[in-house]
């Protein structure tokens, strides 16, 4: 994909919406109650927009500080049009992984990696989707070109070596009561350089695999 396809071209602003038209003739809607200080301004304060990112952002240096990605990011929008697709897919398919394609699969992937760690951490994405959806996780992150986030999850598995090479087979779900409190300190630690996102998983994802058209 070329990352000059989908910058912004234009901007409007109604009460209750931001339309983005891109340069590959889409138009992205995003509601304005998503974001909390453009809600409660003032409508004229809403117009005061800049673009950022070469075009991929926007900002509203009144309301917040600036961020190099902007308040609102294209890269977001288009990575949740392809998570949302994929997940729509797999819910048609009832839940069933193998009925869906493997791109598909790859996405639900990377949708279940960001929810669960950024949510309950390491310990609930394996728990809740074992050890076969954490190998696509990192088969993902290394199509789209992200090693350091494929990095941290290899270390935050490795924290478990120990379970794998014990005698009894232990549930995922059952390891944060087994955990050493130490090694309880080591996903922590892990946890917040995931959190940190030292790779723009968005864009690497979208320029991958492509908006959904």
């Given amino acids: 994909m070329n990352p000059q396809s989908n910058r912004i071209t234009g901007v409007r602003i109604d009460e209750q919406t931001i339309w983005l038209a891109l340069a590959d ?5 995003e509601p304005i109650k998503r974001h909390i200080r453009l809600e409660s301004a003032a409508p004229d304060q809403r117009l005061h927009w800049v673009l950022t990112d070469e075009d991929h952002g926007l900002n509203w240096p009144a309301l917040w500080q600036p961020s190099p990605a902007g ?16 997940m729509g897919a797999l819910l048609a398919a009832k839940w069933d992984v193998t009925r869906i ?21 390491f310990l609930q994405f394996l728990g809740n989707w074992g050890l076969a959806n954490h190998q696509l996780t990192l088969q993902a992150l290394q199509a789209i070109g992200a090693p350091i986030t494929r990095q941290c ?5 490795a924290v478990l070596k120990r379970f794998e090479e014990g005698p009894e087979n232990v549930d995922y779900s059952d390891l944060p009561a087994l955990l050493t409190d130490a090694e309880h300190e080591q996903l922590q630690e892990l946890e917040e350089a995931f959190w940190d996102y030292p790779e723009p998983l968005n864009k690497l994802v979208v320029m991958h695999y492509g908006p959904v058209q």
């Avoid at 308040?71 to 994929?86: E, F, R």
């Avoid at 394609?101 to 951490?121: F, K, T």
Wanted: charged residues 20%; glycine residues 6%.
């Fill in 25 to 29: 003739g889409r138009e992205l809607a």
């Fill in 71 to 86: 308040m609102v990011s294209i890269w977001d929008l288009d990575q949740d049009s392809l998570y949302n697709q994929a």
């Fill in 101 to 121: 394609s493997p791109v598909q699969h790859e996405l639900v992937a990377l949708w279940r990696m960001e929810a669960d760690i950024n949510n309950g951490g």
């Fill in 153 to 157: 999850l290899q270390d935050m598995f």
